[in-house]
């Protein structure tokens, strides 16, 4: 086995670019892989050579997983950065490795009935590393899709603060809202006019639902009053409608934002109670 396996080696180590070039030209037309349509040579090629030159090592490696690890978790990283949906890098590998079989029957490289018998061991053997290859593809696009996800939700995490800070969230909101009650005041009583200020309620109203997520509505309602009471004491003469849509308004809002940070907080625990791969789990 080990004469043939040096020869099927040899081949595809040899003919690294004219195996290469024949499999981008089917990932250019295969309808299983339409990320590859637009590819341009110069970017896809050099992925199936650099496979084809590493072959030898994980072939002849003492520990393959070990090797295969080491270079299919490359490939999958360089199929993720060029934003190839990992059922199509998948599908890539597996036409990488009937393409060393077409080409080494191309080249009538197995000739006897004894290397005939000996070219399907070895044939075993390349699809057990492929095998490997198609585990460790698919655990490295699992890390970098969590990676990516854990980036993306970092900025909504900073927003909605820790539980740790309970108490800075509760000072915050204390602050926020003697703020709008003095804005309320000042231009209710001061300045005698209904002009919008309220834009800026929606500050401690969204903060509110992030935090509080349905019990943030009470902020909502409280500021609504506060909007009306104040409207009520003095600007009698002026009609309510318009604050009290306002009012209504708020608890819309807030309403919206309660609803959707719990359907974040369900998202992200589902997401923290989601297997991860080995590799993670030790990270």
Request: glycine share 4%.
């Amino acid at each position: 086995m080990q004469a043939v396996a040096t020869k099927l080696i040899d081949v595809t180590e040899n003919n690294a670019d004219k195996i290469a070039l024949q499999w981008y030209a089917d990932v250019r037309k295969n309808p299983k892989t339409p990320s590859y349509h637009n590819l341009s040579a110069d970017r896809a090629i050099p992925q199936a050579v650099d496979f084809y030159t590493k072959f030898r090592g994980v072939f002849s490696a003492k520990s393959p997983f070990d090797e295969a690890k080491r270079v299919y978790a490359q490939y999958a990283d360089d199929c993720y950065d060029k934003g190839i949906p990992l059922q199509e890098a998948i599908y890539a590998l597996t036409l990488m490795r009937r393409h060393i079989w077409l080409y080494a029957e191309f080249q009538t490289l197995f000739i006897s009935a004894v290397e005939q018998q000996q070219a399907i061991e070895s044939l075993s053997r390349t699809i057990l590393l492929f095998d490997y290859a198609t585990y460790v593809i698919t655990e490295r696009y699992q890390e970098l899709m969590k990676g990516e996800v854990d980036k993306q939700l970092g900025a909504l995490r900073a927003l909605g603060m820790e539980e740790s800070f309970t108490g800075s969230k509760v000072g915050i909101m204390a602050c926020l809202l003697v703020a709008c009650g003095f804005l309320t005041y000042y231009y209710h009583a001061v300045m005698a006019s209904g002009v919008i200020f309220t834009h800026l309620f929606y500050i401690p109203i969204v903060l509110a639902g992030v935090w509080w997520k349905k019990k943030g509505i009470y902020v909502s309602v409280l500021l609504g009053l506060i909007l009306l009471v104040s409207h009520l004491i003095f600007m009698k003469e002026v009609p309510l409608t318009d604050d009290l849509i306002r009012a209504i308004m708020f608890i819309v809002v807030s309403s919206v934002v309660a609803l959707l940070a719990e359907g974040f907080t369900k998202i992200e625990i589902l997401y923290k109670t989601a297997p991860r791969s080995g590799a993670a789990q030790e990270a």
